[in-house]
């Protein structure tokens, strides 16, 4: 199987014939970060993309087929639309803050996106405790929301940022406990570990029944993290207007819709690749002839395949269900979601003592 | 038994959401209701029900059912319909009056069908034709009688 190490070891090695180490350095953090950003933005643009003709779809509708053959750059030419919007600054509002938060949101998913295992080789840092770094990271967000909605001194989104802040704490302790079971499965929180653990059988099947209650209560949570479907009371638009972006406009409006869709696809590689394999081909046990042709299939194609797929759940639940009322929403993680994590992880110890 | 209750509902709220899943599932796989209008407005598109323009049909020889009795233009509530009529005498030397010129303003018709409810003949009905743009007013009055049309002959019934 093609490895993404031979190519960024020949990239670095070839650097260094030019230069001396520390500019070497500095040159490859320029070409990795610019990596990162461009593929961020080049997803989120797909992914908006995705949605809009899912949800079309789902509604009997065809969705964007004006820009472009079937509506490909529409997209695109909404993001060159926002970028030439005028930024409206709020009376009476706190500028340092209000411009800030929009940054802190985009910051905490593009430090998450960085840490992900895209293909063999292709993860920009391996830490120790991968799964602990990316928890935290993504919970950073929460704070831009609470500052977004606290600085723009107004009611709809103070009460927006609120209700996001109870929600994404609370759904943050069952989305851990669900990686936590994983974790007690695997042995370790290093990601390449996790995803080289899952090389003759993935979590899903390997885990019995607690690894699968563990992935539908990841991708409950998860999407709840997102603020996104039925669990989307921070910008509830017939309460709210727009929650806690309502007085965003322009490019700062565009780093909020950026990083909500984002999230979503880090929830989805999140899920793949601690449930679903990551990178890693099908393989089942025995069936050698089928595990080489598997192999064939590179890497990328793989993890791109399984996101696709829990993008595509995400998607099928947002337009499935109606909104939850607060109570329900805090019930649902608190009776239900916590009670029956907690009991998984207790089930997924037997299941590996046994 | 409480704690049966909270199983219960657990399962049964999954499998309400599987239900409703479903059938998002089946809309997506359906086939799309959207009409993509310019690139098919040669289609035909069959709509009987749809009130576009009024129309007086008329057969091959020319003939229309319209007897002029204007019950249509008293009707219509916002005097769209003009029918203006002339006397002619036939061959025996009776006068008759017949329709001259049967005048239609789509500028202030609501498509509200009470002129083909209430005609007696059956002389007007509604096209499925819906592009009525135009640059003037004086353009959107039509003459729904074409050009040397006359009353389509009954046949005569014989009483017994």
Same mark, same amino acid.
């Given at each position: 199987?093609?490895?993404?190490?031979?190519?960024?070891?020949?990239?670095?090695?070839?650097?260094?014939?030019?230069?001396?180490?520390?500019?070497?350095?500095?040159?490859?953090?320029?070409?990795?970060?610019?990596?990162?950003?461009?593929?961020?933005?080049?997803?989120?643009?797909?992914?908006?993309?995705?949605?809009?003709?899912?949800?079309?779809?789902?509604?009997?509708?065809?969705?964007?087929?004006?820009?472009?053959?079937?509506?490909?750059?529409?997209?695109?030419?909404?993001?060159?639309?926002?970028?030439?919007?005028?930024?409206?600054?709020?009376?009476?509002?706190?500028?340092?803050?209000?411009?800030?938060?929009?940054?802190?949101?985009?910051?905490?998913?593009?430090?998450?996106?960085?840490?992900?295992?895209?293909?063999?080789?292709?993860?920009?840092?391996?830490?120790?405790?991968? @799964?602990?770094?990316?928890?935290?990271?993504?919970?950073?967000?929460?704070?831009?929301?609470?500052?977004?909605?606290?600085?723009?001194?107004?009611?709809?989104?103070?009460?927006?940022?609120?209700?996001?802040?109870?929600?994404?704490?609370?759904?943050?302790?069952?989305?851990?406990?669900?990686?936590?079971?994983?974790?007690?499965?695997?042995?370790?929180?290093?990601?390449?570990?996790?995803?080289?653990?899952?090389?003759?059988?993935?979590?899903?099947?390997?885990?019995?029944?607690?690894?699968?209650?563990?992935?539908?209560?990841?991708?409950?949570?998860?999407?709840?993290?997102?603020?996104?479907?039925?669990?989307?009371?921070?910008?509830?638009?017939?309460?709210?207007?727009?929650?806690?972006?309502?007085?965003?406009?322009?490019?700062?409006?565009?780093?909020?819709?950026?990083?909500?869709?984002?999230?979503?696809?880090?929830?989805?590689?999140?899920?793949?690749?601690?449930?679903?394999?990551?990178?890693?081909?099908?393989?089942?046990?025995?069936?050698?002839?089928?595990?080489?042709?598997?192999?064939?299939?590179?890497? @990328?194609?793989?993890?791109?395949?399984?996101?696709?797929?829990?993008?595509?759940?995400?998607?099928?639940?947002?337009?499935?269900?109606?909104?939850?009322?607060?109570?329900?929403?805090?019930?649902?993680?608190?009776?239900?979601?916590?009670?029956?994590?907690?009991?998984?992880?207790?089930?997924?110890?037997? @299941?590996?003592?046994? | 038994?409480?704690?049966?209750?909270?199983?219960?509902?657990?399962?049964?709220?999954?499998?309400?959401?599987?239900?409703?899943?479903?059938? *998002?599932f089946l809309n997506m796989v359906r086939s799309k209701i959207t009409e993509k209008y310019p690139e098919n407005r040669l289609k035909k598109v069959k709509m009987e029900r749809f009130r576009g323009l009024l129309t007086m049909p008329h057969n091959a020889q020319n003939e229309h059912k319209c007897t002029a009795c204007g019950i249509c233009g008293i009707n219509c509530p916002n005097g769209t319909i003009q029918v203006?009529?002339?006397?002619?005498?036939?061959?025996?030397?009776?006068?008759?009056?017949?329709?001259?010129?049967?005048?239609?303003?789509?500028?202030?018709?609501?498509?509200?069908?009470?002129?083909?409810?209430?005609?007696?003949?059956? *002389?007007?009905?509604?096209?499925?034709?819906?592009?009525?743009? %135009?640059?003037?007013?004086?353009?959107?009055?039509?003459?729904?009688?074409?050009?040397?049309?006359?009353?389509? %002959?009954?046949?005569?019934?014989?009483?017994?």
């Amino acid at each position: 199987m093609f490895s993404f190490s031979d190519l960024t070891h020949w990239i670095d090695s070839s650097l260094r014939l030019w230069m001396n180490d520390g500019w070497t350095l500095f040159v490859e953090f320029v070409l990795i970060g610019v990596m990162i950003l461009v593929s961020y933005a080049v997803l989120a643009l797909i992914l908006i993309l995705v949605e809009r003709k899912v949800c079309a779809w789902m509604q009997c509708r065809l969705g964007p087929n004006r820009v472009g053959p079937w509506g490909l750059f529409q997209t695109g030419a909404d993001m060159i639309k926002i970028l030439l919007k005028e930024i409206v600054n709020i009376n009476r509002s706190d500028k340092f803050l209000f411009r800030l938060a929009s940054f802190i949101v985009i910051l905490g998913s593009v430090l998450t996106f960085g840490a992900l295992p895209f293909a063999k080789g292709l993860q920009v840092i391996d830490f120790n405790i991968g @799964v602990f770094y990316l928890l935290a990271v993504s919970s950073l967000g929460v704070v831009g929301i609470l500052l977004a909605g606290w600085a723009s001194n107004s009611k709809y989104t103070m009460i927006g940022a609120m209700r996001s802040g109870a929600q994404l704490i609370s759904y943050e302790l069952s989305c851990g406990l669900a990686l936590l079971s994983i974790v007690v499965l695997s042995g370790t929180m290093q990601l390449s570990e996790i995803v080289e653990q899952q090389s003759e059988m993935w979590f899903i099947f390997k885990g019995h029944v607690p690894a699968f209650i563990a992935f539908v209560i990841y991708m409950i949570a998860g999407h709840a993290e997102t603020n996104r479907g039925p669990f989307d009371l921070p910008e509830a638009e017939s309460e709210l207007t727009a929650g806690y972006h309502t007085e965003y406009s322009g490019i700062q409006f565009g780093f909020f819709y950026l990083a909500e869709y984002m999230n979503m696809f880090i929830i989805a590689a999140i899920a793949s690749t601690m449930f679903l394999g990551g990178w890693m081909p099908l393989h089942i046990p025995g069936w050698e002839g089928f595990n080489g042709a598997m192999d064939y299939i590179p890497s @990328v194609v793989w993890f791109l395949a399984k996101t696709g797929f829990c993008i595509f759940m995400q998607l099928w639940v947002r337009w499935s269900f109606p909104r939850l009322r607060i109570d329900q929403l805090l019930r649902l993680e608190w009776k239900i979601l916590m009670p029956v994590c907690l009991f998984n992880i207790l089930l997924m110890a037997l @299941v590996v003592i046994l | 038994m409480k704690i049966f209750r909270y199983f219960k509902d657990i399962f049964l709220g999954i499998y309400h959401l599987l239900q409703g899943m479903y059938i *998002a599932f089946l809309n997506m796989v359906r086939s799309k209701i959207t009409e993509k209008y310019p690139e098919n407005r040669l289609k035909k598109v069959k709509m009987e029900r749809f009130r576009g323009l009024l129309t007086m049909p008329h057969n091959a020889q020319n003939e229309h059912k319209c007897t002029a009795c204007g019950i249509c233009g008293i009707n219509c509530p916002n005097g769209t319909i003009q029918v203006i009529s002339k006397k002619v005498t036939d061959e025996t030397g009776k006068e008759k009056r017949v329709l001259d010129r049967y005048l239609y303003d789509i500028g202030s018709c609501t498509f509200c069908a009470l002129c083909t409810i209430s005609c007696p003949q059956g *002389a007007i009905d509604w096209s499925p034709e819906f592009e009525h743009t %135009v640059f003037t007013r004086s353009k959107l009055v039509k003459q729904l009688n074409r050009e040397g049309s006359s009353l389509e %002959v009954k046949p005569k019934i014989n009483n017994i």
